[in-house]
């Protein structure tokens, strides 16, 4: 693989002015505490269709809360948010239906085999048992695992089970799919291979709204935003956010905003 970094603006997103896309995440001043304490402080924001949205920010910062709240596993304590057009107060399942999740651990069954998993998430999204099976071919014959079919996810290299994870996690065609730190613990390739099928998943249609604690990454990002204690403190492209804190590169916008 050639070390030249990819640039983001080969991406559709890029052709499209925002307003005529429309958004697929809309969040106005969701809050969310436990008792005294804001985990999301009136939080704002829109993510496009087509859109790779890095959400940003330190340990506790609230991103995770987030992002448990907008794929409806948890409820906030007020705000109004719709994901993929379903509001999550009321339409949780719908909400559900349409979104894919991966989090650094990967949402891989360690003690079934590759075959196994797909064949059991693709039960989980609902889909025909004949769709699920040729989505498995696809898939293995992609990933260059057809050999590797019958193998259990434990004896599989980390590289191998995160970019199956994520494979499986987009098996149902979802409008959106969240990312949670998914290259933890991963080497430098191996996380820019990764990369290719978050470029290839968004050139497909598919919103991807990931978190990351690598800076490096939130430059492969079309927008990106930057939390700290619970709020948002910037939200902007990453080369307009770079020019606005006078710096070289985002892990110096970051350490600005985050110190």
């Known amino acids: 693989m050639s070390n030249k970094k990819t640039k983001i603006n080969f991406l559709p997103?890029?052709?499209?002015?925002?307003?005529?896309?429309?958004?697929?995440?809309?969040?106005?001043?969701?809050v969310k505490k436990y008792g005294d304490f804001y985990a999301n402080d009136h939080l704002s924001f829109d993510v496009y269709k087509g859109e790779i949205f890095g959400f940003l920010g330190a340990n506790g910062a609230g991103k995770t809360t987030a992002i448990r709240i907008l794929c409806g596993l948890s409820s906030p304590t007020s705000g109004e948010i719709k994901v993929a057009g379903y509001d999550i107060y009321t339409q949780t399942e719908k909400v559900k239906n349409n979104i894919g999740y991966m989090s650094q651990k990967f949402s891989l069954y360690e003690d079934l085999t590759v075959s196994e998993n797909i064949q059991f998430y693709g039960g989980i999204y609902g889909l025909p048992s004949k769709t699920v099976k040729e989505k498995e071919k696809q898939l293995l014959e992609k990933l260059e695992l057809t050999s590797s079919k019958n193998k259990l996810i434990a004896g599989l290299p980390l590289g191998w089970k995160q970019k199956l994870a994520f494979s499986i996690a987009i098996l149902h065609d979802p409008k959106i799919v969240f990312l949670d730190e998914p290259t933890g613990g991963v080497d430098p390739i191996t996380r820019r291979k990764f990369w290719d099928l978050i470029y290839e998943a968004a050139n497909g249609g598919i919103t991807v709204f990931v978190t990351t604690h690598y800076m490096d990454e939130a430059?492969?990002?079309n927008r990106v935003s930057i939390m700290d204690a619970g709020k948002i403190e910037a939200l902007d492209t990453p080369e307009n956010l770079k020019k606005q804190y006078k710096?070289?590169?985002?892990?110096?916008?970051?350490?600005?905003?985050?110190r």
Request: proline share 3%.
């Open 219 to 221: 430059e492969y990002c």
């Open 247 to 258: 710096a070289k590169n985002m892990d110096e916008v970051f350490v600005k905003i985050a």
């Open 13 to 30: 997103w890029g052709e499209t002015p925002e307003r005529e896309r429309g958004h697929i995440i809309s969040v106005k001043n969701l």
